[in-house]
């Protein structure tokens, strides 16, 4: 720490920005039947209601931490050591993998806006599953604040989240 941060209080730690990892809709919690993401249990949630395309990008720069063999589910870890978890649909494990498309695998350097994964919608509704898609920080304690979009229309690379970084 140089002279002029000790007596001007340093470098103000940037906001970190997650974009949407989908085009739909942000929607209530309340709708989202698994109280584990309801309830924020693994984290501050949000989640999404997709549109018709049926695609999961990436919402930041980061490396794949996870993608689970059944390809319902991904972890990443943003350059800014965010920790995201992206669950396409609700107990979509059951479907074994089936109707699910990973384009990336562990380790995999990503960047915002790149395509994760395809998933078919119509698999998972025949099957009597939801397609709601949450997406967790679950590293939030890592942080000062966590602060989702209110629900509303989205589209793939529109802000969604604010991370605040401690202070430095």
């Not at 990892?21 to 584990?36: A, C």
């Amino acid at each position: 720490m140089g002279l002029f941060d000790k007596l001007f209080g340093g470098k103000k730690a940037e906001e970190i920005v997650i974009k949407s990892p989908v085009n739909g809709d942000i929607i209530e919690l309340s709708e989202v039947p698994d109280p584990t993401f309801a309830e924020c249990v693994l984290g501050p949630t949000a989640a999404f209601r997709p549109g018709e395309d049926g695609t999961v990008y990436a919402p930041c720069d980061g490396v794949i931490t996870q993608i689970f063999k059944t390809a319902h589910a991904v972890t990443i870890t943003s350059k800014d050591k965010v920790e995201l978890l992206i669950h396409i649909g609700i107990n979509t494990v059951d479907l074994k993998g089936e109707g699910f498309q990973a384009f990336v695998k562990d380790d995999d350097e990503v960047k915002a806006g790149q395509p994760l994964i395809k998933f078919d919608q119509q698999i998972i509704a025949n099957a009597g599953l939801s397609n709601l898609i949450p997406v967790v920080i679950c590293n939030a304690s890592d942080f000062k604040d966590v602060t989702f979009a209110q629900p509303g229309k989205v589209a793939v690379g529109d802000q969604i989240c604010t991370v605040q970084p401690l202070e430095q």
